[in-house]
């Protein structure tokens, strides 16, 4: 008994982080690059700290899991992360960048809820696809389904940006920059575009996040929206880290609503140079 409630507390746990993770007053997910942009004529390296947290960037909660890390490189190979560790509060890991160009660090996930009832009790599980029909009776009563797929990431440059590594995987929600988001500066414009499954996100809105919220007392956040093809050019007013986050189907305005069949979020940490 004891250990069903157990299960059954992290599953709504999971349900809850999965849900509003992104949002603007929930626990955060985030992964931080001690540098995204780095200049150096020996070998370049980047720190990332993977965190969920009640302040932005503040590490006071639990460790991200680094499950379904992927690193990228600019020439699409991928990079195995070096001196993974794991934490009280923080997983963290360094990234050799031997080669020049910008690089994609992702944590990509997903999911499947389930719940029903069984002589009037409900049920619920949480997992992979693949597990789902050996997990969870196909004739359940009242079997209700959802699905979800996260994506949190961040982008590294190494002496030079390049581009390959923005390119789509065509899979969930994604943000494809027509600016190279370790390019951008205060005060000047950039070009982003978010796709889901390969196609324009159209009026998508999203939010951006500065860091150091627990120093200046105010969230700050600002929040955007996208044009018919899924892109828009805007200008970020201060220099600083920020989480830009994203999720698909958009929240809408009212009181409580059936969860969505699919749900996938986004999120991503960028760097903001000063003018």
Same mark, same amino acid.
């Given at each position: ?35 995204t ?6 070998? *370049? ?9 009640e302040?932005?960037f ?11 890390? #992927? #690193?990228t490189g ?5 990079v &195995? ?10 997983? +963290?890991?360094?990234?050799?960048? *031997? ?12 999911? #499947?809820?389930? +719940? ?13 696809e693949a597990n789902?029909?050996?997990?969870? %009776? ?9 699905r979800?797929?996260s ?16 390119? %789509?995987?065509?899979? $969930?929600?994604?943000l ?10 205060a ?14 996100a ?8 500065p $860091? @150091?919220?627990?120093?200046? $007392? ?11 093809k @899924?892109?828009?050019?805007f200008?970020?007013?201060?220099? @600083? ?9 958009a929240? &809408? %305005?009212? $009181? &409580?609503q ?5 749900? #996938?979020?986004?999120?991503?940490t960028?760097?903001?140079? %000063?003018?």
């Amino acid at each position: 008994m004891m250990h069903a409630r157990k299960t059954l507390q992290k599953t709504l746990v999971a349900l809850a982080l999965a849900g509003a993770a992104f949002g603007a007053h929930a626990h955060k997910q985030w992964i931080l690059p001690s540098s995204t942009f780095v200049e150096s004529d020996k070998e *370049a390296w980047v720190t990332v700290d993977a965190a969920i947290s009640e302040g932005l960037f503040d590490i006071d909660f639990v460790p991200l899991k680094l499950d379904g890390l #992927v #690193v990228t490189g600019p020439d699409g190979a991928a990079v &195995q992360p070096e001196n993974v560790a794991n934490g009280k509060l923080r997983n +963290s890991f360094d990234v050799k960048m *031997a080669k020049n160009g910008t690089y994609k660090i992702a944590l990509v996930n997903q999911n #499947v809820f389930a +719940s029903w009832k069984v002589n009037g009790e409900t049920k619920r599980w949480r997992g992979s696809e693949a597990n789902l029909t050996k997990e969870v %009776p196909a004739d359940a009563a009242d079997l209700k389904v959802t699905r979800t797929s996260s994506r949190i990431e961040t982008f590294v440059t190494a002496n030079e940006p390049s581009d390959g590594v923005l390119k %789509p995987t065509g899979t $969930g929600l994604e943000l494809v920059p027509v600016t190279n988001p370790t390019e951008l500066r205060a005060g000047e414009k950039a070009t982003w575009r978010f796709l889901v499954d390969g196609k324009p996100a159209a009026n998508l809105p999203f939010s951006l996040i500065p $860091g @150091g919220v627990k120093y200046r $007392g105010t969230l700050n956040e600002v929040r955007f929206s996208t044009d018919a093809k @899924g892109e828009i050019t805007f200008t970020i007013p201060a220099a @600083g880290m920020y989480v830009a986050t994203a999720s698909w189907p958009a929240p &809408q %305005p009212g $009181g &409580q609503q059936q969860p969505p069949a699919r749900r #996938v979020m986004y999120a991503a940490t960028v760097e903001v140079l %000063p003018e």
